[in-house]
């Protein structure tokens, strides 16, 4: 099976492996956000399917939102669409788990986040890069990041924006298995097949009850996210976070 070039979608036994492939890094917008939202619900009424793989047909796993055009896109323009579709990734029924061997940045690391487990390897790239951008974290990570490392490591993620590596992730909670770069899908399908073969109304009554409103809080967090958001898009500071990225360079904020 298979919904469309971006999102493509296969059948392997009573797993489903969704690969998003937007050359080259894999930047996300609300679209693409839609259209995830509605491939997750479908294999969700699908009773054949027990659990997902979400992986890239490109080097990065996500690379974020693109903010490199002339208007720094959609998302920053106003992202209240790209969340109304984000925050449906947080209410499917089936496990999911990712498969990131390259770089989770910014919304690629949300994205990330959704998934029930990470498989990476030492090559991968974690960055909650928002603050040296100059804007407040958004796809709900005010909730999903120190859920999973602590309130600690992620005000520490937070407020640098530095990238760590695969291990490190692993070694703080934010992934759940280091292996070979070139056996990250392998590993990630692996895993998804052993949880599909539990019995899967067990399964996902499990899930609801560990995750029972675990999507309406971090929906709830987003709206503060996003107004923050919405301010901080059109800041001088936001420009120049912008700007420095593209520049690879430090960025120099000016507090406005």
Known sequence: MSSDAEIQVTRHGHVARVVLSRPPHNFVDAEVMRRLADTLLALDEDHG??????????????????????????????????????????????????????????????????????????????????????????FGLSVTLPRLVGEQHAALLFYTGRRITGAEAVNIGLADELVAKAE???????????????????????????????????????????????GQFHSEDFREGVAAMAARRTPVFQRR
């Open 49 to 138: 399917c027990r659990a997902i793989v979400l992986a890239s047909g490109v080097g990065a796993f996500c690379a974020g939102a693109d903010f490199s055009g002339s208007s720094q896109g959609d998302v920053a323009s106003d992202p209240a669409a790209f969340y109304v579709h984000a925050m449906k990734l947080y209410r499917n029924r089936k496990p999911i788990v990712a498969a990131v061997a390259g770089a989770a940045i910014g919304a690629g690391l949300g994205l990330a986040l959704v998934a029930d487990f990470r498989v990476t390897c030492a090559e991968a790239r974690f960055s909650a890069n928002f603050n040296r951008l100059g804007f407040h974290p958004g």
């Open 184 to 230: 990250v899908d392998a590993r990630a399908m692996a895993l998804a097949q052993e949880i599909a073969a539990s019995a899967p109304l067990a399964v996902e009554t499990t899930r609801a009850t560990l995750r029972e409103g675990l999507a309406d809080h971090i929906a709830e967090v987003n709206q503060r996210e996003l107004a923050i958001q919405r």
